[in-house]
């Protein structure tokens, strides 16, 4: 008898691995538990998406690379202008046909050039060095942003230019390009027309001063260029500050 009692108490009694909670859980309780799982998920899941994107959205400098050929390509053929080679430049005389909407794509620094008109007077002699008075228009290729000065005929810029061989170096010594970029540096692109261009000043009606066109890669333009990597389009006008 004493045996069947005892049976009977050790199967009421909860085992070692059953669990029976002091205090039922209210059902609230399940569902904020349940609620801040799913939130956890759910922020998880938008942490991963905004990574994904973030990877997706970010550009490699080969990737802004080929968007400038692509700008430069597109601004070309918008301008329905015709690039011929170095050598056919050098054939015609180191001209370009402005009729038949020339530019000749210069080899060794990626730059585009339409020379409008040689100018008067005599090239920059070696070892020379020079005041030029520069009138010019700047335009980003990739968000149309522009800076210029020839408009009024009074807002000029001087630039200090030196030939050292076939090397120019110059700076600008006043005017709106120091004003809009808070440097004085001239970037390479636009020296490169240097070697083909006469600066002197008109005396006659037939006299014209030099006159460039010039597609410029980031590698040879301004710091903002580079640091972008923006192709940027110019006109420009150059002419000596006085006469020698």
């Not at 669990?19 to 904020?32: D, E, N, R, S």
């Not at 490699?60 to 053929?77: H, M, N, P, S, V």
């Not at 600008?172 to 809009?180: D, E, K, L, T, Y």
């Not at 301004?222 to 192709?231: F, N, R």
Request: hydrophobic share 40%.
């Amino acid at each position: 008898m004493i045996k069947a009692k005892e049976k009977r108490r050790l199967q009421q009694s909860p085992t070692a691995n059953s669990f029976v909670p002091l205090h039922p859980i209210h059902p609230i309780i399940q569902i904020i538990a349940f609620m801040r799982k799913g939130f956890l998920a759910l922020l998880a899941l938008f942490a991963l998406t905004s990574l994904l994107a973030s990877c997706n959205d970010y550009e490699t400098y080969g990737d802004k690379k080929e968007k400038e050929r692509k700008a430069i390509r597109q601004f070309l053929a918008d301008s329905s202008f015709v690039v011929i080679s170095e050598s056919q430049f050098h054939e015609q005389g180191d001209v370009t046909n402005v009729d038949k909407r020339e530019f000749v794509y210069l080899d060794n620094n990626g730059v585009y050039m339409q020379i409008v008109h040689r100018g008067c007077g005599k090239p920059l002699q070696d070892g020379e060095n020079a005041y030029l008075l520069v009138r010019f228009m700047e335009r980003c290729l990739l968000d149309s942003a522009a800076v210029y000065n020839d408009v009024n005929p009074y807002d000029v810029d001087v630039m200090n230019v030196r030939r050292q061989g076939n090397t120019y170096t110059a700076s600008f010594v006043s005017g709106m390009w120091i004003s809009a970029y808070n440097n004085e540096s001239v970037p390479a692109g636009l020296l490169a027309p240097m070697s083909y261009l006469c600066m002197g000043r008109p005396r006659s009606a037939d006299d014209h001063i030099a006159k460039v066109r010039l597609i410029v890669p980031h590698t040879q333009g301004h710091s903002m260029a580079s640091s972008y990597v923006y192709p940027y389009y110019y006109e420009i006008s150059f002419q000596r500050k006085t006469d020698i």
